[in-house]
Structure formats: structure tokens, C-alpha cells
């Protein structure tokens, strides 16, 4: 069984700090992990993804996340939020099932940034 | 590059009316995947074609049932509709890499409002 738990369904920044969104996870076996946003009124867009390979993995419009094994953790990070970085994110984890690929997201988190 | 295509963007359906959703898949794609996105949620997993066949199957009753064509594209069907299928119901598609997800390609989704 595999899970996502995102920590904090919304989360203000001012403009210019720091955005940090919270996902742990739980897979049996050594999973994919992905970033997704979410603009209102569309559909998901991914933003990055971890697949074995280095575990800080950098995305579109200046987001990275890092793989912490020991922790389940895949935070996303920002070092200076945007106002354009106003959106919805989601965490998702992938691994095998039944010899198939097995996607679950998290609930999402909703990010709000102040002026 | 065209990406994933839905259609209709909008419907509303009465109790008991049956919906029929429609996916074009990224090109290049051959495994499409449908997602159900109730307000405030994060995508709940519905099932997946892949070759014109169902793969995998997420835990929605038999009301909702799907199809694939030989150029990819896919139909989603819900019959029966009730108010708590009201949602927004997303296409994903993604290349066959057998049990691994490299990340998925979604369309901007179906608002389905049933009264």
C-alpha cells in the first residue's frame, strides 16, 4: 500500500520569502515521487519529479524538492515566492502494482501569496 | 505539440442521467488514466486503459466504466449519476513504461454538475 500526506491543506507567504509545502509518503517499496500545481480552472501541471536518480531534484519556474529517504519527506521548496506562484500542489507517489504503475495523490496544499 | 484534450469542459446531468466524457491523449501517449476530482480534494484514481483493455481499476463502483480506442483517445462513462458525482474529472496520459510512472499529462478536465 502507498500513501501521501501533505502537511497543512493551505499556506500564506509573503511575497518574496521563502515557500516550503510539506508531503511525506508510504510505499513498500522504493517509489517515484512528483510535484503537481494547479492553476484554477485546469488541470494538473507537473512541476517535478524524483526517479532514483539525485535526490534534490529541481523543477519548472524555480521550485526543487529533496528525497529523504530516512524521513518519507519530498518537500517542496522556493527560495522567493511570486505572486504567480498562487496555485494548489500536489504531492503524488508512484510505485509497482501488479506489475503496473500505482499513482496516489495527496489532498493538496493550497498556497496563498501576500503582497 | 498538442497535449491531452477533454471534452466538454462543462455539463450538467440530472440524478440518474448517464455522461459519457471524452480524452484525447498527448501524442505519443499510450496509456490513459482517469482521475475524479471532487472540490476541496486532491485526484482520486478511477482506472486506466492501456492496448484498448482496463489495467487497473481504483475502488469505483461499476457505474463508471471506460473505453479505448485504437488511437488512443478514451471515453469515460458514468451511468446512474448521482449528486456525489459531481466533479471534476480529469484525463492523464502518460508513455508505457511498465510498472514505473515517469509523470503524467493531464487535460484541463470535465466539470461535471449533476442536479
Known amino acids: 500500500a502507498q500513501s501521501v500526506t501533505q502537511l497543512g491543506s493551505h499556506v500564506s507567504v509573503s511575497e518574496g520569502a521563502l515557500v516550503l509545502l510539506r508531503c511525506n509518503y508510504s510505499s513498500s517499496v522504493p517509489p517515484y515521487l512528483f510535484w503537481y500545481v494547479q492553476y484554477p480552472n485546469q488541470g494538473l501541471q507537473l512541476l517535478l519529479k524524483y526517479t532514483s536518480a539525485a535526490t534534490l531534484v529541481k523543477g519548472i519556474n524555480g521550485f526543487e524538492a529533496e528525497f529523504k529517504k530516512s524521513e518519507t519527506s519530498f518537500h517542496l521548496t522556493k527560495p522567493s515566492a511570486h505572486m504567480s506562484d498562487a496555485a494548489e500542489y500536489f504531492c503524488a507517489v508512484s510505485s509497482p502494482s501488479g506489475g503496473y504503475q500505482k499513482v496516489t495523490f495527496g489532498i493538496g496544499t493550497k498556497l496563498q501569496v501576500i503582497p | 505539440d498538442a497535449g491531452v484534450t477533454q471534452s466538454p469542459t462543462h455539463l450538467i446531468k440530472t440524478r440518474g442521467q448517464q455522461v459519457t466524457l471524452r480524452c484525447s491523449p498527448k501524442s505519443g501517449h499510450d496509456t490513459v488514466s482517469w482521475y475524479q476530482q471532487a472540490l476541496g480534494q486532491g485526484p482520486q484514481f478511477i482506472f486506466q486503459y492501456y492496448e484498448e483493455e482496463e489495467r487497473q481499476r481504483g475502488n469505483f463502483p461499476d457505474r463508471f466504466s471506460g473505453h479505448q480506442f485504437p488511437n488512443y483517445s478514451s471515453e469515460l462513462n458514468v451511468n446512474a449519476l448521482l449528486l456525489g458525482d459531481s466533479a471534476l474529472y480529469l484525463c492523464?496520459?502518460?508513455?508505457?513504461?511498465?510498472?514505473?510512472?515517469?509523470?503524467?499529462?493531464f487535460g484541463s478536465g470535465t466539470r461535471l454538475t449533476v442536479v
Open positions: 492523464a496520459s502518460s508513455q508505457d513504461r511498465g510498472p514505473f510512472n515517469y509523470g503524467y499529462t
